[in-house]
């Protein structure tokens, strides 16, 4: 079993839309959870890091379910510039690797 | 601050060909790592530095070899490229430790084709 899973997608939302997508988790002891943005042929760039609590950044919400193990990541409002692919990143405590899912991609069109 | 760069962007090799990745970082982080990224999988760790004068190896290290020659800089060496190590090539760093809570921040890519 893959220690992060995530739908690859892809989720075709037309602008102004919200698109959810969760990703789930193997390991019981992780510890730091983060969402990622990879452009096309570009490098991963952190979009946001996920609390216990769920957080929000603008259009974009997180949140974190401990005991199903799994995290969301919700985009409102969706833009054409949110076309990407996701990443789903886990980190365990005192492991020296974080944990990459292989992505979904969202695609907004006009 | 140039953060995190990485050359070459695109390399061609043949098979049996040695080459070296370069990576450096301005950022004074601690910890840096070579990831590969292949079609429809998650980022895999090749190597990585928890801190200057120190290597070990990540998920998969056969075929490469590392040095972080300072704080700043790390190299991925590939001794005898096989096309299996056509990939992404994605150099990262950490301001801390590789246990720390924070996450990494990665350098643009090479992109490597072995034939």
């Known amino acids: 079993r893959k220690e992060v899973e995530q739908d690859p997608g892809p989720f075709n939302v037309p602008e102004g839309a919200t698109v959810a997508f969760n990703c789930t988790y193997s390991?019981?002891?992780?510890?730091?959870f983060f969402w990622y943005r990879q452009d096309c042929r570009k490098e991963p760039k952190l979009l946001m890091s996920v609390y216990s609590s769920g957080n929000e950044d603008g259009r974009f919400t997180a949140q974190l379910n401990r005991a199903s193990q799994y995290i969301s990541l919700l985009i409102r409002d969706s833009k054409l510039s949110d076309s990407a692919t996701y990443l789903c990143?886990?980190?365990?405590?005192?492991?020296?690797?974080?944990?990459f899912g292989a992505g979904t991609t969202v695609t907004v069109r006009a | 601050n140039a953060g995190v760069t990485q050359t070459p962007k695109f390399q061609v090799l043949k098979t049996g060909q040695s080459m070296t990745l370069q990576c450096a970082q301005d950022?004074?982080?601690?910890?840096m790592y070579w990831y590969r990224q292949d079609p429809g999988m998650g980022l895999r760790l090749i190597y990585y530095s928890a801190s200057e004068g120190t290597t070990d190896k990540g998920e998969v290290p056969n075929g490469y070899n590392v040095s972080r020659l300072n704080k700043r800089e790390f190299s991925l060496r590939l001794e005898s490229a096989a096309p299996s190590q056509t990939s992404v090539y994605f150099c990262a760093s950490n301001p801390r430790g590789p246990t720390s809570k924070e996450t990494q921040y990665f350098g643009p890519g090479t992109r490597l084709l072995v034939l």
């Open positions: 390991n019981s002891a992780s510890q730091s």
């Open positions: 990143v886990v980190k365990t405590v005192n492991d020296y690797k974080l944990s």
């Open positions: 950022m004074n982080h601690n910890s």
